[in-house]
């Protein structure tokens, strides 16, 4: 009987052991994302341990916390509008990112009625203009009421 106690007592030690050594194999990294060109905080900025699937996003005011694997030796800073970083990990816990915007020339886009995306040249279809004055008169419960007298075929 007292040997079943014991190796009872052995398993829990060795559960308890590896769940400790466990926990110990990740930190927590926090810090906050800003933006460059005038230091505001930057919300819904994505940070993930690069290689991984493990991610958070900032919050309101910029702020992220991750829980890193103890092979986690860098995150992927990305952001809509904003160049990709990738910073490495060292030894502290805290880090205060700046992002630059990525500025690219966007040509024309048309956006179609029935779904989809395309280039003015590319399109076959007749394009009509409304002018903002002309959506301003009147009371109207959604936009497609606006609409309807202002362009043909609508």
Do not use: H, W
């Not at 395309?118 to 936009?143: D, H």
């Amino acid at each position: 009987m007292s040997r079943i106690i014991a190796k009872k007592i052995c398993l829990m030690g060795l559960t308890f052991f590896l769940s400790f050594s466990f926990a110990m194999a990740q930190r927590t990294v926090k810090g906050t994302v800003k933006d460059a060109a005038d230091g505001t905080t930057s919300p819904g900025v994505n940070v993930v341990v690069r290689g991984t699937t493990i991610g958070t996003v900032t919050d309101m005011d910029g702020n992220f916390k991750l829980n890193v694997p103890a092979s986690g030796n860098e995150i992927v800073v990305s952001a809509v509008g904003y160049v990709t970083q990738i910073i490495k990990l060292g030894t502290q816990d805290t880090y205060n990112i700046s992002l630059s915007s990525s500025l690219q020339a966007l040509e024309e886009v048309v956006v179609t009625g029935y779904g989809g995306t395309q280039k003015r040249a590319k399109l076959t279809n007749s394009i009509s203009t409304v002018k903002e004055e002309t959506l301003r008169n009147g009371v109207y419960s959604n936009p497609a009421q606006a609409l309807s007298g202002a362009v043909s075929g609508l």
